[in-house]
């Protein structure tokens, strides 16, 4: 690595989850998440992955979210902003960001944006709790671009 790297040291596994060793809730785990990636992170991109069930009992429903620099994006390519728009109390037009498949939820409280995902996710991309604990999992880390290292004297 380039000595003068301005690469900052991106912590190991997840910076919540969900089932852990607690008794928190999802959501208390992904509020808990997003407040640590803007009290900490804010700077690099964050990766919620909600997880459930699918169609075989032994087969997993999995679909990720991004937080980058305040815009809120989703992997899924058709996601329906106007029907998450019918399942929360937000009128998110104001919130559409530029980028395709986008909001801006920078100005929102972590509890806010964490209901606009769970109704994203449940809602309006149908994931499905397992059958055995009727919960879903979920995983809130670290997911930096990869940046090249930038040589100060080029």
Request: aromatic residues 6%.
């Amino acid at each position: 690595m380039w000595p003068f790297s301005q690469k900052k040291s991106i912590p190991q596994g997840p910076i919540a989850e969900h089932p852990d060793d607690t008794d928190r809730s999802l959501m208390e785990v992904l509020v808990d998440g997003l407040t640590i990636h803007r009290a900490k992170h804010a700077d690099t991109r964050l990766l919620v992955s909600w997880q459930g069930q699918a169609g075989r009992v032994d087969s997993y429903h999995i679909e990720d979210a991004h937080i980058d620099k305040g815009i809120l994006s989703f992997d899924h390519d058709q996601f329906d902003f106007a029907q998450l728009q019918r399942l929360v109390d937000i009128n998110l037009e104001p919130l559409l960001s530029h980028a395709r498949n986008s909001l801006d939820v920078s100005s929102l409280d972590p509890e806010r944006v964490a209901g606009i995902l769970e109704q994203a996710f449940v809602g309006c991309l149908k994931v499905k709790p397992f059958e055995d604990s009727g919960c879903y999992s979920l995983g809130v880390e670290l997911d930096p671009k990869e940046e090249p290292d930038v040589d100060p004297n080029a």
